[in-house]
């Protein structure tokens, strides 16, 4: 069967997945295997609040818009996004069916805390790239609003960021096109993770020393064997 176009798009809440554990992206997103746990069912509650597509709300000078489709041609991503906010003003750009010029700025909920990792300030920044392609734009920031601490961070799309969001974009598709499970790693963080018994990272680690042992000990034969009169 030949693809269609859509068919080649990845889904823009899985580059979450990537940054945190490509591992866990790939069972979820090649494999098909989904778990949940307490910590997953928390942050799909709280996505809940906010799915609402037909819902708009006005204040002054803004306007909230919950689970917007977007999507982006060069990334091959698409996906929704929790909130975008459309904030008047005079140097904005111009949106279908909003009279006035407008900023945009896109907000994430999560769970959680904020993290040491970029995961979850590279999915949010993914969102931005597509809407900034979308309404031919630029986006210099948005938020990530975390549960456990009911308040919003600023995350400032930088270089960086961009950069990283086109490498893993790259990264992802070429794991499907090629159904390419990325190898597992025994860490710490795996204790929370909701796929840690579909996932058996000890065994690619167990795979990895017997590697090294058999390598190591055809290494010594052959220098065993070198000596030998």
């Not at 977007?70 to 008047?88: P, T, Y």
């Not at 805390?113 to 920044?125: A, F, I, V």
């Not at 680690?205 to 009169?229: G, N």
Request: charged content about 30%.
């Amino acid at each position: 069967m030949t693809k269609t176009k859509m068919d080649d798009f990845i889904l823009i809440s899985g580059i979450q997945h990537f940054a945190f554990c490509p591992r866990q992206w790939g069972l979820i997103h090649i494999e098909g295997l989904w778990s949940e746990n307490y910590l997953t069912a928390q942050g799909r509650l709280l996505h809940d609040k906010v799915d609402d597509p037909w819902f708009n709300e006005s204040r002054r000078g803004k306007i909230v818009s919950r689970s917007m489709p977007i999507r982006s041609d060069r990334l091959k991503m698409q996906g929704v996004a929790d909130i975008v906010e459309l904030i008047e003003d005079n140097e904005g750009v111009a949106v279908p069916g909003r009279t006035g010029l407008w900023a945009i700025q896109p907000v994430e909920y999560k769970r959680g805390k904020p993290k040491s990792e970029d995961c979850d300030r590279l999915q949010l920044c993914t969102q931005a790239m597509c809407l900034e392609e979308m309404l031919i734009t630029s986006i210099p920031r948005g938020e990530i609003y975390y549960g456990q601490i009911r308040r919003r961070d600023e995350v400032v799309f930088d270089e960086y960021l961009r950069n990283d969001v086109a490498k893993l974009s790259e990264e992802m598709h070429r794991l499907l096109e090629e159904n390419e499970l990325p190898p597992g790693k025994k860490e710490k963080k795996c204790r929370a993770c909701s796929l840690v018994e579909d996932c058996h990272p000890e065994w690619d680690t167990l795979a990895h020393r017997v590697d090294l042992y058999i390598e190591k000990a055809l290494a010594e034969d052959c220098v065993s064997s070198s000596q030998e009169p």
